[in-house]
């Protein structure tokens, strides 16, 4: 994700956002909050840290592209070696 200040901002922001409502899943389970309340802000962070992970992916795949028809030579990560990124997420 070098060089792209976007993306690396997005993500960060994912990530804090993350963060955060882990830190209300904690604060919830201290305080003996209902079970329902827990699981939806537990697959809220969930949801979070996926999106900060595919877009992780998604950036470095586009700069591998790009740098790879940049310079004419193979992109730095082979399609095994994405597709095992994208599923490590799953």
């Known amino acids: 994700m070098v060089g792209d200040?976007?993306?690396?901002?997005?993500?960060?922001?994912?990530?804090?956002r993350a963060q955060g409502?882990?830190?209300g899943v904690?604060?919830?389970?201290?305080?003996?909050?209902?079970?329902k309340?827990?699981?939806?802000q537990l697959a809220a962070v969930s949801k979070?840290?996926?999106r900060a992970g595919f877009k992780?992916?998604?950036?470095g795949l586009r700069e591998c592209m790009i740098g790879a028809?940049?310079?004419g030579s193979e992109p730095a990560?082979?399609?095994?070696?994405?597709?095992?990124l994208f599923l490590a997420l799953a």
């Open 5 to 16: 200040d976007d993306a690396i901002a997005q993500v960060l922001n994912r990530l804090r």
């Open 21 to 23: 409502q882990l830190a």
């Open 26 to 35: 904690i604060s919830m389970i201290e305080q003996g909050r209902d079970c």
């Open 37 to 40: 309340d827990i699981v939806t």
């Open 48 to 50: 979070a840290l996926d």
């Open 56 to 59: 992780i992916v998604a950036t």
């Open 69 to 71: 028809e940049n310079s």
């Open 77 to 84: 990560l082979s399609q095994a070696e994405l597709e095992k």
